[in-house]
């Protein structure tokens, strides 16, 4: 398989001290070009004046993008930080054109600083909220440098007690960090990291694509239930990450082995790591 399965306990380590990890060259200079490619079908059927897009259940708009459900350069590391018990919980698209006069846009062209989670948010335990989810975010265009709509973070901040002096995402925080990543790069991040999505005032147009993993348990973000679409001809572990387990619902909480095919990948205990299972 690619580095990233290779390195799998490094890779932890890293993600559970520093609340992310930037993994270069994930994806081929061709599969981005097809990701791309795809973008452009879906753009071409939504507003043309808009100067930024969020497009939540993209995987329902493209079999491009529904082909990043079961990557397999990033599944194991999925399983490794959240257990083999896992679905996809969203699946987002974010593009952000150049705005340099900040004009306010209808799909928010820029988020504050922030925590992921439900309104009021996940239960905390001395300040410190647990890791719910994670999401991988894909970056699809030139966010090799700093101002081009990078998403800002606050490294560590998911595992102490922290709360910025300032939400807003242009008051430059103590230790904050853009990241940088070039196309075909990923950046992955638990819900539970502050971070922001700076605004663009580039010349150059950002374009990422979130996919986010949860347990099996946990309501996805994107739809009630997966569509006939996305089920058709789908292998044993796509199915998983659809949801599509069991019709006995307690079997999302305790399934049988035959129903979680990803814990192939699981080099953990799962009653022990630490994260939801």
């Known amino acids: 398989m690619s580095a990233v399965s290779n390195d799998l306990q490094s890779l932890s380590e890293q993600f559970h001290e520093q609340g992310y990890l930037l993994l270069r060259n994930v994806l081929s200079p061709e599969k981005v070009e097809r990701l791309n490619a795809a973008i452009d079908e879906i753009l071409a059927q939504e507003p043309q004046d808009a100067l930024a897009y969020n497009i939540y259940n993209s995987v329902e708009r493209h079999d491009e993008i529904a082909s990043l459900i079961d990557e397999p350069a990033l599944l194991p590391l999925m399983v490794q930080l959240l257990g083999y018990n896992i679905q996809l919980h969203i699946s987002h698209l974010t593009i952000r054109k150049p705005n340099p006069q900040d004009a306010k846009t209808a799909t928010q062209s820029f988020i504050n600083w922030h925590q992921d989670g439900p309104h009021p948010q996940f239960p905390a335990i001395g300040g410190v909220t647990s890791t719910y989810y994670i999401k991988t975010c894909y970056i699809l265009s030139d966010m090799s440098q700093p101002d ?130």
Not at 171 to 195: A, M, R, T, Y
Not at 229 to 240: C, E
Request: glycine share 8%; proline share 9%; net charge positive.
């Open 148 to 277: 081009r709509g990078n998403t800002k973070i606050i490294p560590g901040s998911h595992n102490k007690p922290f709360h910025p002096d300032s939400q807003n995402v242009d008051d430059k925080l103590h230790n904050e960090i853009q990241i940088c990543g070039s196309p075909g790069d990923v950046f992955v991040f638990p819900q539970n990291l502050w971070h922001a999505g700076a605004p663009n005032r580039s010349e150059f147009t950002r374009r990422q694509l979130f996919l986010g993993y949860s347990p099996i348990w946990m309501r996805p973000i994107d739809y009630h239930t997966v569509s006939d679409k996305l089920l058709k001809d789908a292998s044993p572990v796509r199915r998983q990450l659809l949801g599509v387990i069991d019709d006995n619902p307690f079997k999302y909480y305790v399934p049988d082995a035959s129903m979680v095919p990803l814990k192939q990948y699981f080099a953990g205990d799962a009653g022990k790591s630490g994260y939801a299972q």
